[in-house]
C-alpha cells in the first residue's frame, strides 16, 4: 500500500484543546473527552473558578486535565494558550468550541464595533488557533497528525434567527474554512471536520427561543449539550477517519 492509500496516522487518545471548554456546549465536550481518555486542556474567557472545578472533577475522576485562561479575540493569548496546553503533552487535537452570538440586532443597526467583537471570536479566532494547532500536528512540520473539530451551526444555512444574522454569516465562513482548511492538510495527517448543532439548552439561548423548539424543530425540542458532544467525539475518535471536510447536522431535523 503506498502512502496515498494509507490511513491517517494511528489517532489514540492524546491531549485536546477545548476553547470555551467550561461552560454549555463545551463543558460537555471536556467531560466526554476526558471520559474517553483524552488529556484535556479547558480553556475559558471569564471563570477561573468554574474551569477549575470541572478539571479537578476530571482528575478526581481519574482522568487528565488543565484549565487555560485566554482571551481568544487576543492572538497573543491564543499563542500562549497552546504554549501552556503542551505541559499535559503534544497536541493531538482542537476543538474550537467558543462563540458568541454577537449584538442582536438588525443588520442596518450593527456596526463596525459589534461587527468585529463578532468576527474575532467566531471566526478571526477559529482561524488562528487552527493554524497554531496545524504548526504543531501536522507531518509537513514534524508532527503527528491530529484532528481539528469546528462548531458551526444549522444558522450558517437558515441565515440565523431575527437579529443574528451576522453570526449566521460567521459560521458560514466557519463551515467554507472547515473545508478548505481540510483539504489544505489533507496529505498531512489532519483531519477537520465541523458540528452544526440546532437550538441546544445553553446560556446563548434564552427561553423564549428554547419555546421556539416546539414549533420549528421536528423533534420538538432544543437538543441537550451531551448530544453535540457524542458528534464531537465521534469526529475525533478513529470511528471517523475517512471523514475530513464533513459538516455534521445535530438539530433535531431542523
Ligand atoms: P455558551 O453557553 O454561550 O458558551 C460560550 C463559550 O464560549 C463559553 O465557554 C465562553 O467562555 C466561550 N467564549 C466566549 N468568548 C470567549 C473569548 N473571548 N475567549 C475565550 N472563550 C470565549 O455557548 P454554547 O451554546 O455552549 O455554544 C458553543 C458553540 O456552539 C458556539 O460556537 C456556538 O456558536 C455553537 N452553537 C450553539 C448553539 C446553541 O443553540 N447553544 C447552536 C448552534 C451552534 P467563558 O465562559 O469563559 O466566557
Known sequence: MNDAHSPAPAQTPGVVIVTGGSRGIGHA???LLAR???AVAINYATNAARAEALAR???????RAMAIRADLSRPGEIRALFTRAHELGPLWGLVNNAGVT?????VEEQTAETLDALFDINVRAT????????RRMSTRHGGRGGVIVNLSSVAARLGGLPGLVPYAATKAAVEAFTRGLANEVAREGIRVNAVAPG???TDMVPPETAKLAETVVPMGRVGHVDEIAQAVAFLLSPASSYMTGSVMTVSGGR
Not at 482561524?127 to 496545524?134: K, P, T, Y
Open 29 to 31: 465536550i471536556s467531560t
Open 36 to 38: 474517553e481518555g483524552h
Open 57 to 63: 472533577a476530571i482528575t478526581e475522576r481519574g482522568g
Open 102 to 106: 454577537g449584538t442582536k440586532v438588525r
Open 127 to 134: 482561524m488562528l488557533a487552527a493554524g497554531e494547532a496545524v
Open 199 to 201: 437550538l441546544t439548552a
